[in-house]
Nanobody, 115 residues
Framework: QAQVVESGGGWVPPGGSLRLSCGVS????????MAWYRQAPGKQRELVAA???????KYPSVVKGRFTISKDNTNNILYLQMNSLKPEDTAVYYC?????????WGQGTQVTVSS
């Protein structure tokens, strides 16, 4: 079973930027699709970015143009660059395999956007 460790979250004011990292062990990023998800208090977990093994990415409309997912296949790290952050982006962010997630999730990293 692969394991992931998310990091890079924090507090930023509206309009700010953050880059999240996801270290993956037990599986090779070059061979699998991966995604970032988020879960806000009282809401269901939602997909915010995904990338396939060939590097083709996709985003829901709520983050398209602001978020960018990327992979470092050499170091087995997944990234999420988040720009123009909004208060509604506040959530715990998780990474996992896509489209079929591993059973085990990481602890996530908290992103808080507020003034």
């Amino acid at each position: 079973q692969a394991q992931v460790v998310e990091s890079g979250g924090g507090w930023v004011p509206p309009g700010g930027s953050l880059r999240l990292s996801c270290g993956v062990s037990g599986s090779l990023l070059r061979s699998i699709g991966m995604a970032w998800y988020r879960q806000a208090p009282g809401k269901q977990r939602e997909l915010v970015a995904a990338v396939n093994p060939l590097g083709v990415d996709k985003y829901p409309s709520v983050v398209k143009g602001r978020f960018t997912i990327s992979k470092d296949n050499t170091n087995n790290i997944l990234y999420l660059q988040m720009n123009s952050l909004k208060p509604e982006d506040t959530a715990v962010y998780y990474c996992n395999k896509f489209p079929t997630a591993w059973d085990s999730w990481g602890q996530g990293t908290q992103v808080t956007v507020s003034s």
